[in-house]
């Protein structure tokens, strides 16, 4: 389901714009000058630039599906939704959970576990991780999967960038005049550079936090959220690497994270 909140206003215009610019812009640079790119396309063997505009293709693709899907706002009070699955059934039994969701200060609706109010989307967020502002949207349950997919592509992309705008740098005769003629091969390798550096630290953070089903928010101020600091065990969400990796990527549905607290002994939120 798409939400087409994050796109409204001109900053959302803008962040999306200097993206697609930086990435046509890298685009032109190793495609222009005398990179292996464009002395394969040259010599007519096609399937590595074909691949890789393919590859570019695709990370455009995931980051405007990721700026533009409904993070999983919290569109109306729990109690209030009809039930969609058996993990929904048991999420709506509160009395029998012993558990008392949160009423938003903002929004003024009831919050499921894990969720947090975004001042900038003005939405409250099921298993909120963080606000970017790279993509002008709230990461969250809905499109988490879908920013890590995004991240992995894109990192792909750029460590097969990086050795390309590399070799069409000739440095033996350096003077300005060369300066001039490769500043937009010399300006697409550090964007390169910085980005790949960027990407790696940032797929793998959220790898480790998917791998122990955390988010950001969580791990970043655990002493502020009552149900991680009042709770018996480190993490009551963690069922081990593999079944938490399968659950972030695999899981079709909204998960009833106030089930699985109450099963490691959780108290009252």
Known sequence: MMAWRGARGSGGFMVRAVYVGLTCGVLLGLFLYPTDLQRQEEQGDLLQPLLFLALVLCSMSLYFVVSLMDPGYVEHDEEEKEPVSDEKESMNSQ???????RRCGYCLLKQPMRARHCQACRHCVRRYDHHCPWIYNCV??????????????????????LPVAWSGLDFEHPSWAWFQYNLLLLLSFLVVAVFTVVMTLL???????????????????????????DCEVENPFDRGIFLNLWQFFCACRLIAWETLYAEVGGHTV
């Not at 969250?140 to 960038?161: M, S």
């Not at 790898?207 to 988010?215: E, F, Q, R």
């Open 95 to 101: 009395e029998a959970l012993n558990l008392w969701l």
């Open 140 to 161: 969250g349950e809905r499109n988490h999967p879908f920013f890590v997919a995004y991240l992995a592509v894109q990192l792909v992309v750029l460590l097969w960038a």
């Open 203 to 229: 797929l793998g953070c959220h790898l480790y936090l998917a791998s122990h089903n955390t988010t950001t928010w969580e791990f970043m101020s655990r002493h502020r959220i009552s149900y991680l600091r």
